[in-house]
Nanobody, 125 residues
């Protein structure tokens, strides 16, 4: 079992920044691919970014590429999502997810084994 707890969401104006954190426990963190997803109001959950076990390889959806940065600290069992130049369309509940598998990149929500409870990000115009 893996427990994931997100933090760092909130309300920010367009153009601003937020950093989300996801603390993991229960399994060797360094063996997990970690991903961030989001679910805008009334829409399906969508892929945002992922980072491979070692942290050296990342993957981003085109909508966030160049604005968001995913990183991980395996010593702290934590994955981060730095979000810059935020737009109103980034408004969503953001979820952290962990994948036990070896496939990378993995963009399918069904490809992840564990999920956090989500944190709300609201970007005002």
């Amino acid at each position: 079992q893996v427990q994931l707890v997100e933090s760092g969401g909130g309300l920010v104006q367009a153009g601003g920044s937020l950093r989300l954190s996801c603390a993991a426990s229960g399994r060797t963190f360094s063996r997990l691919t970690m991903g961030w997803f989001r679910q805008p109001p009334g829409k399906e959950r969508e892929f945002v970014a992922a980072v491979r076990r070692s942290g050296g390889i990342t993957d981003y959806d085109n909508s966030v590429k160049g604005r968001f940065t995913i990183s991980r600290d395996n010593a702290e069992n934590t994955v981060y999502l730095q979000m810059n130049s935020l737009k109103p369309e980034d408004t969503a509940v953001y979820y952290c997810a962990a994948d036990l598998g070896l496939t990378f990149p993995e963009r399918r929500p069904g490809g992840y084994d564990y999920w956090g409870q989500g944190t709300q990000v609201t970007v005002s115009s």
